[in-house]
């Protein structure tokens, strides 16, 4: 069956510190994968997405996230944490053929930010 | 661009009453609409798939008696909550998919926060 997983539900860093959070997902083929973040009480943003080529995609507010086709991985990552980052962040997965737009999404990673 | 809105942002209702939640896109036109309900701190959860002209798409356990959705253009649906109870308080999502852009993503409105007394 399709999936996403988030291994981490939960993580604190420092501010300042780099930051990588996990997604894998199991697909047929290989599908078209998103990062959306949530603030409290906000709708979903989305941070970035990745379609075809080049297996490193850059998002916003700094974010970037790789494609390991090897792994079944689409990890997000950002090189210095700033307090405004702490939200929940979703990983998210459609088919990349055809008309089915259906996500399956990850139970996402909630990602507090010490000062 | 590709913005999607929903009204009302929040909603409190007496338990019993039918509340019904706006969905529209407002620079692109949406064959496909998604609706999603996501409890405190927790995932998305698909309810069903709104289709233009057509019945909307209900995932399983969804009852679709109780979560009415309409369809009616190509930037409007709307999830009407019938006879409400206070367990279906929660938030509710609903996204659109770009119509013929080859754009294979969905656009999120920012949600709706049901309260049910």
């Known amino acids: 069956a399709q999936s996403v997983t988030q291994p981490d539900i939960h993580i604190t860093v420092s501010e300042g510190a780099s930051l990588e959070l996990r997604c894998n997902y199991s697909y047929g083929a290989t599908p078209y994968l998103f990062w959306y973040v949530q603030s409290p009480g906000q709708g979903l943003q989305l941070l970035l997405k990745?379609?075809?080529?080049d297996t490193l995609v850059q998002g916003i507010k700094g974010f970037e996230a790789e494609f390991k086709r090897s792994q079944s991985s689409f990890n997000l990552r950002k090189p210095s944490v700033h307090w405004s980052d702490a939200a929940e962040y979703f990983c998210?997965?459609?088919?990349?053929?055809?008309?089915?737009?259906?996500?399956?999404w990850g139970l996402g990673t909630s990602l507090a930010v010490n000062p | 661009g590709a913005v999607v809105s929903q009204h009302p942002s929040w909603v409190i209702c007496k338990s019993g009453t039918s509340v019904k939640i706006e969905c529209r896109s407002l620079?692109?036109?949406?064959?496909?609409m998604f609706w999603y309900r996501q409890f405190p701190k927790q995932s998305l959860m698909l309810m069903a798939t709104?289709?233009?002209?057509?019945?909307?798409?209900?995932e399983q356990g969804v009852e679709k008696d109780k979560f009415l959705i309409n369809h009616a253009s190509l930037t409007l649906s709307t999830l009407t909550v019938t006879s409400a109870h206070p367990e279906d308080s929660s938030f509710y999502i609903c996204?659109?998919?770009?119509?013929?852009?080859?754009?294979?993503?969905?656009?999120f409105g920012p949600g709706t926060r049901l309260t049910v007394l």
């Open positions: 709104s289709n233009e002209g057509s019945k909307a798409t209900y």
């Open positions: 996204s659109a998919a770009p119509t013929g852009t080859g754009v294979n993503e969905q656009f």
């Open positions: 620079d692109f036109q949406a064959t496909t």
């Open positions: 990745y379609f075809s080529g």
């Open positions: 998210a997965a459609c088919p990349n053929a055809g008309n089915n737009r259906k996500l399956i």
